[in-house]
């Protein structure tokens, strides 16, 4: 399943550079499939939605932190656990009951965002 970022969020910014697939942004920013994977143009994700990989995503939050779910693979095929996590201050990156995926769902998500790793 992917992780949530719950309002618990003090924005102190350490999870955003810890997660390998680009899937973290600051509240209000609009987010890209393309950023820090290997997608571009058109592309039909692993759970069958089509989208142009380098079109603007309108932000999950406008006040906190927040993670791109179809972008999260919990940090499978990266780490042992989501980094995310491991470094937030005030644990408040926890597990998103309404994306819950298998870890052969999360690694499959990683190998079709990073083919070449």
């Not at 079109?55 to 999260?72: F, H, L, N, R, V």
């Not at 989501?82 to 998103?96: I, Y």
Request: charged fraction near 30%.
């Amino acid at each position: 399943m992917a992780i949530i970022i719950t309002d618990e969020c003090i924005n102190c910014g350490a999870c955003e550079p810890e997660c390998p697939n680009t899937a973290i942004y600051e509240g209000a920013d609009e987010w890209r499939y393309a950023d820090g994977t290997s997608l571009k143009g058109e592309v039909v994700l692993p759970n069958g939605k089509a989208v142009n990989a380098e079109e603007p995503q309108e932000p999950i939050s406008d006040e906190i932190y927040y993670i791109a779910p179809d972008k999260c693979t919990e940090c499978m095929g990266f780490h042992e656990e989501p980094q995310c996590a491991a470094v937030c201050p005030v644990d408040c990156c926890v597990p998103d009951d309404d994306h819950v995926e298998t870890e052969e769902e999360l690694l499959g998500k990683q190998r079709f965002m990073h083919p070449e790793e």
